[in-house]
C-alpha cells in the first residue's frame, strides 16, 4: 500500500484534490477532521495532567475558547499539546489505513505533518497543492468572507510546506485542476502511477527482518560493511544493525505443532481466517487465556508443551504490525521466480 501525503497552503486547493481523488475511488484521509475526533474524554484527561487544568466543558465536550486562548499565547503550551496530539492522529492515521483494505493507494490530506517530528515521517511521496498568491487570497476571502488583510495574515501564520514530489498548480477551474490530477495521479507516465507499479502489494518475510531486543519488525534494505541496514515498519527509521545483532527473517520462523513444525506465514494466514478485518489482541494487555483461546481455533494442533504465551505474544504482536504497517499477503517463491531475469 502506497501513501501519499496531500499539502499545501490555505486557499491553495487541497480540499478540491482530496475531493477530485475520492471520486476516483482513493482513500482519502483528513487529518484536520481526524484531529477535531480526537480530544475525547480519555484525551482531555490527559491534557488536564500535562497542564493542570480543565478543558472540558459540562458536557465533556472540549472547551474550545479556553484552549484557544492557551495555544495562542503560550508557545510552549503549544509546543506540550503538540506533542500530545499529533502522536495520537498518527496512531489513529495508522489505524485508519490498516482498515482500507486491498487499497493499492491511501492519501492523508495535511497541510502541516511536514513541520511536525512528532507527527513522524510515513508517506512514500509528496503532493503539493499550490496557486498564486492572488488566487490564494481571493478564495479565502470569498470562502470565510474575510478582508484582504485577514487573508494575508492567515496566510503569513501558516508554515511553508517541505519539499514535494509531484506539485499541481491551482489557478484555473474545476475542469483544469481534474485534468491535473489526472496527470500527476492516474496518466502511465504520472510520478504516483510510477511508483505503485514499482511498490510490492506483498509482504516479502524473507526480507521482514525482528531484530534481538528491539520492538517492532524491519524491512531489509540492503547490505552494510558490518551488517545490514534495515528500516522500521512503524516510524520509516533506518538502522545499521551488525552481524551478531540477533536478525531473523520471519520467513525462517515456525511453530510447534503435534505433527511437526508450521511456518509463520502459514500460522499468519491461519490467524487472518479467524480474525477476519479484525486486529488479533493486544500483545502486551491480552490474558494467557485469551490467548490460548485464539491459537485454539487458529491452529488447534499447537503443541503447547513448546509453543508458550510468551511466544504467542511475539506471534499476534507481528500480526498486528504487518497488518497496519503492509500485508497480509505474502511474496511466495513462483513470485520470486518471476521476479527473476530471463538468461
Not at 493542570?52 to 474550545?64: E, P, Q, R, W, Y
Not at 511474496?331 to 521476479?339: F, G, I, L, Q, S
Request: aromatic share 8%.
Amino acid at each position: 500500500m502506497t501513501t501519499v501525503l496531500l499539502t499545501g497552503g490555505i486557499g491553495s486547493g487541497k480540499s478540491a484534490v482530496a475531493d477530485i481523488l475520492r471520486g476516483r475511488g482513493v482513500p482519502v484521509y483528513d487529518s484536520d477532521s481526524a484531529a477535531k475526533s480526537l480530544y475525547t474524554p480519555a484525551f482531555l484527561s490527559m491534557m488536564e495532567k500535562e497542564f493542570g487544568t480543565s478543558f472540558s466543558l459540562a458536557d465533556g465536550s472540549l472547551d474550545k475558547k479556553k484552549l484557544s486562548a492557551l495555544i495562542f499565547s503560550d508557545t510552549s503550551a503549544r509546543e506540550k499539546l503538540e506533542a500530545l496530539l499529533y502522536p495520537a492522529l498518527r496512531e489513529h492515521f495508522l489505524s485508519w489505513r490498516g482498515r482500507q483494505g486491498g487499497a493499492p493507494l491511501v492519501v492523508i490530506e495535511s497541510a502541516i505533518a511536514q513541520s511536525k517530528p512528532s507527527f513522524g515521517h510515513f508517506w512514500d511521496a509528496v503532493v503539493l497543492v499550490d496557486a498564486s498568491r492572488d488566487v490564494r487570497i481571493s478564495r479565502i476571502m470569498a470562502r470565510d468572507g474575510s478582508t484582504r488583510e485577514q487573508a494575508l495574515a492567515r496566510m503569513a501564520s501558516q508554515q511553508q510546506p517541505g519539499n514535494a514530489d509531484v506539485t499541481i498548480l491551482n489557478n484555473g477551474s474545476l475542469q483544469e485542476l481534474e485534468k491535473a490530477v489526472e496527470d500527476a495521479f492516474f496518466t502511465q507516465n504520472a510520478y504516483i502511477c510510477k511508483l505503485l507499479k514499482d511498490t510490492s502489494m506483498k509482504t516479502d518475510l524473507a526480507k521482514t527482518l525482528s531484530v534481538r531486543g528491539q520492538h517492532g519488525l524491519f524491512n531489509y534494505i540492503a547490505q552494510s560493511r558490518t551488517g545490514a541496514i534495515v528500516e522500521a515498519f512503524e516510524d520509516k527509521k533506518r538502522y545499521n544493525f551488525s552481524a551478531n545483532a540477533g536478525i531473523t527473517t520471519l520467513e525462517d520462523i515456525s511453530i510447534y505443532t503435534s505433527e511437526g513444525e508450521m511456518k509463520l506465514r502459514e500460522v499468519f494466514g491461519k490467524l487472518h481466517e479467524v480474525l477476519g478485518d479484525n486486529d488479533a489482541p493486544d500483545a502486551k494487555k491480552a490474558s494467557a487465556e485469551e490467548l490460548k483461546a485464539l491459537f485454539a481455533k487458529a491452529v488447534p494442533e499447537y503443541d503447547g508443551d513448546r509453543f508458550y504465551v510468551s511466544h504467542m505474544k511475539k506471534v499476534v504482536e507481528w500480526y498486528n504490525a504487518l497488518k497496519k504497517y503492509a500485508s497480509l499477503e505474502f511474496v511466495t517463491e513462483e513470485d520470486r521466480e518471476k521476479e527473476q531475469p530471463e538468461a
